[in-house]
T-cell receptor, first 113, second 115 residues
């Protein structure tokens, strides 16, 4: 049982490049989330999904897109990276009936130059 | 709208001393409150929660938190700090009266326990 995994762990992009971050969970969780963590700002929700095939915007969705084609995977895309998207990105998941406990992945550190 | 405030960016405490990490919240209904801990280069880990019932909740690693409705606070406490408790701590809130499905996190407090 690997829990929540994220790939890649580190990435450096140039402004304007695109990339996709992959989140996978093996706990059969319905809900999945993408957050970004910036110094002094805590975690801010980018997008989330309440089930396969569904996505919704969070607090800071601009510049990002997501897809949940399979229940176990939640992809975060950056179509045209900007330096403001330099951050640490965390994926999380939770069970439908356990609203109080999210399980987090180890994070992806993204630098946009 | 729901919000969380952690007024201290940094808390330093000597090993063996009691520690407190402060959190205040704002929600429109009754709150669900949580504490998460983040060790270096790791994701957040769930510590404890308050949903309803006893105002003092106990969690992992000897931590506890006290819910105070009148002061809208949910401070994290531990009677005797360990060096291994040094980490980044996040308070989070979820309004259980609406349709919101997400947590709102505070900005985090860096706890350093000095040997």
């Amino acid at each position: 049982n690997a829990g929540v995994t994220q790939t890649p762990k580190f990435r450096v992009l140039k402004t304007g490049q695109s990339m996709t971050l992959l989140c996978a969970q093996d706990m059969n969780h319905e809900y999945m989330y993408w957050y970004r963590q910036d110094p002094g700002m805590g975690l801010r929700l980018i997008h989330y999904s309440v089930g396969e095939g569904t996505t919704a915007k969070g607090e800071v969705p601009d510049g990002y897109n997501v897809s949940r084609l399979k229940k176990q995977n939640f992809l975060l895309g950056l179509e045209s990276a900007a330096p403001s998207q330099t951050s640490v990105y965390f994926c999380a998941s939770r069970h439908l009936d356990r609203a109080y406990e999210q399980y987090f992945g180890p994070g992806t550190r993204l630098t946009v130059t | 709208a729901q919000s969380v405030a952690q007024p201290e960016d940094q808390v330093n405490v000597a090993e063996g001393n009691p520690l407190t990490v402060k959190c205040t919240y704002s929600v429109s209904g009754n709150p669900y409150l949580f504490w998460y801990v983040q060790y270096p280069n790791r994701g957040l880990q769930f510590l404890l929660k308050y949903i309803t019932g006893d105002n003092l909740v106990k969690g992992s690693y000897g931590f506890e938190a006290e819910f105070n409705k009148s002061q809208t606070s949910f401070h994290l406490k531990k009677p005797s700090a360990l060096v291994s408790d040094s980490a980044l701590y996040f308070c989070a809130v979820r309004d259980n009266s609406g349709s919101a499905r997400q947590l709102t996190f505070g900005s985090g407090t860096q706890l350093t326990v000095l040997p």
